[in-house]
């Protein structure tokens, strides 16, 4: 105990060697990240995955931190871009009607109906999420020795960031509960199973589960990330008064104290969250995410600014540090379901939208207007 003490005593002093960063930075930054990626939004990225279909999750992940981008723009050319990409495709989820990966675009859509009142750019997505809740996927959670096994399910950890913020959004704008029901089902159903109410993390799925990585349990880095970002979102569209939105809060309040006890001295975290010695290298797209969800929760008087700030700020300084002088977002982790490998010069989609998402935050928090 006096050893955790000591080492949580260190952090904190270190944390608070990082200089609070001014608006004006943090908007420069997140505009030098953002035009890099449009202007390289056709590029190969993961190699063995080649460019990513626009509709792809990857991309629906970069949308996400977009929209709050386009919001702070200085005119509507980020939005005219991703109402570019929606009107090509029809406003179409991407190809799997289960699958959760395949409905993250769905919050691009909201964003655009949102922003031009056009009704039709959420048919398709009501369509599909009317037919999943009529048909609902009758596998379990099971990843190992399942045979039967398929992605029906939210059974991945990841799942909770792609797919339930679409529901509770189209809960929140239509008021029809068949969204807020199927959703809080199959989100407890899933944390039930995959939350370790111990380390308060989410394993990444069934497999994972028992299993040691040098003698540490296995949570990967994004894949928490992916969870705790998605929260802010689901959160953002219910009453603070109603027990769904409790029920989400009370989660977020133990991941957050996780976060703070485990984040590296040098500002990341890492990409086996209780393995930090193990893996050094930094990761830019999980760090991003809870960055993101941390100075969210400042911002709506979850979290006390005074404690968790500090992180916040040292974890800014960490991701803009790995902006190379063209505004790429490096150390970004490829596509995979657990620890693994990040480079400088390597980067991804769904990272510049963790990056995009954690700025707009940290913007609001420090004043910007």
Request: charged fraction near 25%; charge should be negative; include cysteine.
């Amino acid at each position: 105990m006096k050893k955790i003490t000591v080492l949580l005593v260190t952090l904190m002093v270190s944390l608070l060697c990082f200089a609070q960063p001014k608006p004006e930075e943090v908007k420069k930054d997140m505009k030098r990240v953002a035009d890099w990626q449009i202007e390289h939004f056709r590029d190969v990225f993961s190699g063995r995955n080649g460019p990513h279909h626009p509709l792809h999750w990857t991309n629906g992940a970069l949308y996400v931190g977009m929209v709050k981008w386009a919001d702070m723009a200085e005119d509507d050319t980020y939005w005219e871009w991703m109402k570019s990409i929606a009107d090509e495709y029809e406003y179409q989820l991407h190809n799997r009607v289960y699958h959760a990966d395949d409905h993250t675009v769905g919050q691009m859509y909201v964003a655009l109906y949102r922003k031009y009142g056009d009704k039709n750019m959420l048919k398709p997505t009501m369509e599909r999420f009317r037919y999943i809740n009529y048909h609902p996927a009758m596998t379990d959670l099971l990843w190992v020795g399942n045979k039967n096994y398929k992605h029906d399910r939210w059974s991945w950890c990841d799942a909770l960031f792609m797919s339930p913020p679409v529901w509770a959004q189209l809960y929140n704008i239509t008021g029809d509960e068949m969204y807020i029901d199927f959703m809080m089902k199959e989100f407890k159903a899933t944390t039930d199973y995959l939350f370790d109410k111990k380390e308060s993390l989410y394993y990444r799925d069934q497999s994972y589960m028992g299993k040691l990585d040098n003698g540490n349990k296995i949570f990967w880095g994004r894949g928490n990330g992916w969870v705790f970002g998605g929260l802010t979102s689901i959160m953002d569209e219910l009453d603070p008064a109603s027990k769904e939105y409790k029920y989400f809060l009370k989660i977020f309040k133990k991941m957050a104290a996780r976060l703070l006890e485990i984040q590296t001295e040098k500002g990341h975290w890492a990409m086996s969250l209780l393995g930090a010695e193990d893996y050094p290298t930094p990761e830019t797209s999980g760090t991003a995410f809870y960055t993101f969800g941390l100075a969210w929760g400042i911002n709506n008087g979850i979290l006390d600014k005074e404690e968790y700030a500090p992180a916040v700020y040292s974890a800014w300084d960490a991701l803009t540090s790995y902006i190379t002088e063209d505004g790429m977002l490096g150390y970004v982790q490829p596509i995979g379901a657990a620890p693994g490998k990040a480079w400088p010069d390597k980067t991804e989609v769904y990272g510049t939208g963790a990056f995009l998402a954690a700025g707009a935050e940290i913007y609001k928090m420090e004043g910007g207007k």
